[in-house]
């Protein structure tokens, strides 16, 4: 997707403090961290939210977690607990139209 920031990102186009990156997933740093931990996990095809997402994705978003989980176990957050949140759309206050799974912790959080 030529407009979209994280595409930019993914292709380096934009500078990012990168944390993990293969075939299918990137991640990085949130520009604006809420948590000690504020990592931004994303796909690297392009779907715009949740409410995108098609049975063709399936294995896809089965394997974003386990990547999730991999980043939580490198930052040492599996025993101390992190949250794993997908905004969707306005309501969520969803910024960025390029599907992103937040991964946040290193302190005790707050719902709200
Ligand atoms: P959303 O609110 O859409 O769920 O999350 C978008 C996130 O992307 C926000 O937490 C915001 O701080 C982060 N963000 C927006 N622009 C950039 C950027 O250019 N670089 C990085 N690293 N994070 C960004
Ligand atoms: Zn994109």
């Known amino acids: 997707m030529k407009d979209c920031l994280f595409c ?16 299918n997933f990137f991640a990085f740093n949130d ?3 809420v ?7 994303i796909p690297k095809k392009h779907i715009p939210s949740v ?16 990547v999730a989980q991999k980043i939580a176990r ?3 957050a599996t025993e101390t607990g992190y ?11 969803q910024t960025v139209e390029h599907l992103h799974l937040h991964l946040l912790g290193g302190k005790k959080l707050l719902w709200s």
């Open 8 to 23: 930019k990102i993914i292709k380096k186009e934009l500078p990012s403090k990168i944390v993990y990156e293969d075939d």
């Open 31 to 33: 520009i604006n961290p």
């Open 35 to 41: 948590a000690p931990i504020h990592i931004l996990i």
């Open 51 to 66: 409410n995108s997402l098609t049975a063709s994705d399936k294995e896809l978003i089965g394997e974003l977690f386990l």
């Open 74 to 76: 490198a930052e040492k």
């Open 83 to 93: 949250r794993l949140t997908f905004n969707v759309g306005e309501n969520a206050g």
